[in-house]
């Protein structure tokens, strides 16, 4: 009984809608979206900084 069924879907909807305004729903999209977005960036900035230190620290283990 998940919210596969369209109708869940549709009072989620209008009670979001009730809630925050028909104006406000675009902003709010807009903010998640940024914050999607800058989220992945920094993943993908920390995966870039463990892999030079994991290269790093291999360089350091083959010169000892």
């Known amino acids: 009984m998940g919210f ?3 109708s869940h879907w549709v009072i989620v909807l ?3 809608v009730l809630l925050f305004g028909a104006k406000k729903i ?3 999209a807009k903010g998640v ?3 999607i977005k800058t989220f992945k960036k920094e993943l993908e900035d ?4 463990a892999s030079k230190t ?5 360089l ?4 000892a």
Do not use: A, Y
């Open 33 to 35: 979206g940024k914050g």
């Open 4 to 6: 596969s069924s369209i």
């Open 60 to 63: 350091e283990d083959k010169k």
């Open 14 to 16: 209008i009670i979001i």
């Open 26 to 28: 675009p902003e709010l």
């Open 46 to 49: 920390d995966e870039d900084v």
């Open 54 to 58: 994991k290269d790093k620290d291999e």
